[in-house]
């Protein structure tokens, strides 16, 4: 068990290395690969990938095929199954939108990388349990943000929190400014939009000034 704690601090760490992570919801896999290079020519080779769509699977495998050194999250997993298909594909880590025990506890016995939601120090409480110090808050500018995870976490002192939900290069600095946040998902440089009008291009772009903002925010 021990061994799943270790990659997951990896995986952390390579992600605290990002600042941000690029939460992607794609309706056809064929957009699969453009976007991929897309954010990895932008300078953030990651994605969670959302099981919202029945894409997700083949768009996670199509990306791990092609950049295998791509670190990919499968988003929104539900349901054990979807924990299996996406670690099948290719994902690294599990990310849960809410705190669910037997998905998180499958993982932890499957020694599968976890990141649960979570949105309350009761659930924040069972993911410590489990041996968990980095959780998604989800959704975060609409459950109370930044004062809400300072507030929850000033108990936890080792767990560290990846907001997601609400967040753009507007508030960007305030959320990474704190030491209880290790990096942000969000979606304004993968918006739906951009990617059925295949503007690759501009996601690129979008990609490349997050990355540059990241830079700035942290000196």
Known sequence: MK???????????KFEELGVIPVVVLNDAKDALPLAKALVDGGLPCAEVTFRTAAAEESIRLMHEAYPDMVLAAGTVLTTEQVDRAVAAGASVIVSPGFDPEIVDYCISKNIPVMPGIVTPSELAQAVKRGLTRVKFFPATAAGGIKMIKAMCAAYTNVRIMPTGGINTANLEEFLSCDKIFCCGGSWMVKGDMIKAGEFDKIKDMTAEAVALVKKIRG
């Not at 061994?3 to 760490?13: F, L, P, T």
């Open 3 to 13: 061994g799943v704690y270790i990659i997951m601090s990896n995986i952390a760490d």
